[in-house]
């Protein structure tokens, strides 16, 4: 396997590293010969503390690519996240005393070079953050304050933010790293106690669990086994109370959500969605490059850039869908009628995201919807189009009108649309998975996959009733099971 530094110019890494090459952000996004079957381990070099900038993009196209990137996509989001923070301080609290007790200011900054301090005062330090924090390049930033030193920021740099002496130090150290250095494996295991917390929203309007459907989760719970207990958004601080985290309520990354499924991670409970199938599945810019790969028929589909802007519409004809890439239950997916149009909604998206999806337009009179659990099918649907509209939601500013739901049975449904949903979310993890499909004719397309699908009373339970909310509980009940025994042993 191949290293391919990637990073934002050229001159950044003039370097020359047997087993290993350079590329550009822009050439890696963009040049077909990095998506088509390259066998790689990519260092993202790049700035990545923007979500959906280039860097971020590097390692989440370099994830769905099968690429191994490093910084990979969750540790981007860690490194925002000031509770993720608060629990590496205290990781590594005692090392820190022990490696800065003889440093008589109080403030102290460390930089780490694929482990490797520059200054060669503190390694065990520099190769502990390393291996925490899984960036290769990392400046921390420490504050002593009573007395006793605490890490108070952490940043993933780039190449760009290596001063000059420093660069033939970062040269031995990235040699090192192509040549055989690998980062050690860091568990942690806690104790819990046998319940299963379920997040909502109250104030929600788009809930992917209505009141009725909650108190039936909850009904559910003591027939496989377990208990369940909803719990609100500022709950954060007791979910090690919990055996596990089922999240009802619509997530993304930066948003709280996110947040709890990360901690549930950390915490080594089960949790549905866990944070990888969160920022898999709210990108679409990822799933295309990934459901590509796997060669998974969709509709015809482009990653849009700034540069080929105008090479959408003679691609894909008119009209057709842009969609924004954390797009969800319909928002920031825009039918496009003319090259105006195009111009005017792409252009502020392309100010937030570096990439964008367009797709042709494949009308229907209703879209297919697979609940896929734990890698087999659990439900399926029709959702059909709200009325005089193309999408299952209609919105203006004073209404919102859904199309209706028809439940049938797995085998009612076309065994090409289930094949298809199934390989789809099979791909994403072994989580829970709305798979989105269209068919025309007797072809069937893939449109997304998404994390913590709709589950409401009336809807989607219509054939399996309460079947359906214990198969549901029933894997949060197998999941804690196997933990707690993994635990023992």
Known sequence: MKVLFVVNRDQEWPFEIPGSSAATASTYLTEPAYSNGMDAQIVNLCRADRYQGRGYYVSLLAEARGHRPSPDVKTIEDLQSAAHLEMLADDIDELVQDSLQHDTSNLFELDAYFGRDPAEMHPTLAQQLFALVKAPLLRAHFERVDGRWRLQELHAIGASDIPPQHRAFLLAAATEYVTGYRRPRITNVEANVPAVAILRDEGEVDRPSNDAALQKFID???????????????????????????????????????????????????????????????????????????????????????????????????????????????????????????????????????????????PTEFDWRVGVLDGRPLFVCKYFMAP????????????????????????EAPENVINTAVR??????????????????????????????????????????????????????????????????
């Not at 500013?397 to 049938?408: D, K, Y």
């Not at 989607?460 to 009733?465: F, G, I, N, T």
């Open 220 to 362: 559910a719970a003591p027939r496989v086994g377990v208990r369940a207990e909803l719990i609100a958004p500022d709950a954060l601080a007791r979910l090690g109370d919990f055996d596990g985290l089922f999240i009802r309520t619509t997530t993304n990354v930066g948003h709280y959500t996110y947040e709890f499924a990360r901690r549930a991670a950390a915490l080594g409970i089960p949790v549905m969605d866990d944070p990888d199938s969160i920022l898999k599945c709210t990108n679409k810019v990822y799933l295309n490059e990934l459901v590509t790969r796997h060669n998974i028929p969709t509709p015809r589909t482009m990653m849009v850039h700034r540069e080929n802007l105008d090479q959408v519409v003679p691609a894909l004809g008119l009209p057709c869908i842009l969609k924004q890439p954390d797009s969800g239950f319909g928002l920031g997916v825009v039918k496009i009628e003319t090259e105006q149009q195009l111009r005017s909604r792409a252009i502020p998206l392309l100010a937030r995201s570096e990439l964008l999806i367009a797709q042709e337009w494949l």
């Open 424 to 489: 789809a979310a099979n791909l994403i993890g072994a989580g829970f998975y709305g798979v989105d499909l269209k068919q025309i004719g007797d072809e069937c397309y893939l449109i997304e996959v998404n994390d913590n699908p709709n589950v409401d009373a009336g809807n989607e339970d219509q054939v399996l009733e309460g079947a359906l909310y214990r198969e549901i509980m029933g894997v949060f009940a197998r999941r804690i099971a196997v933990r707690r025994l993994v635990t023992v042993q």
């Open 388 to 411: 005089g509209h193309w999408q299952v939601i209609k919105r203006d500013p004073s209404t919102r009108v859904e199309g209706r739901t028809s439940a049938l049975s797995i085998g």
